[in-house]
């Protein structure tokens, strides 16, 4: 039965402006979002989903841990 906490990764896309979500602990997910809560939603649906259509037994919860990086770039003002 599942009750091992799920690693999922989310990286930000600064080309397309959404969270891109992935994850090697359940099987065919890739989704995306805007926000970091819009993705939440979307992975707490589709988790179960996956690892049903993937013949993962699970009861219960299935806890999983989200881990979002983003990395930017920030310039200095000039000093006058």
């Given at each position: ?64 841990e989200l881990l979002a990086r ?11």
């Amino acid at each position: 039965m599942m009750n091992e906490l799920l690693l999922v990764r989310a990286e930000w896309d600064r080309d397309v402006c959404v969270w891109v979500a992935t994850s090697d602990d359940v099987p065919g997910l890739a989704t995306e979002a805007e926000t970091l809560e819009e993705l939440c939603s979307k992975l707490e649906r589709m988790i179960p989903e996956l690892l049903n259509a993937n013949s993962v037994p699970i009861s219960g919860g299935v806890p999983f841990e989200l881990l979002a990086r983003r990395f930017s770039t920030v310039c200095p003002e000039p000093v006058s």
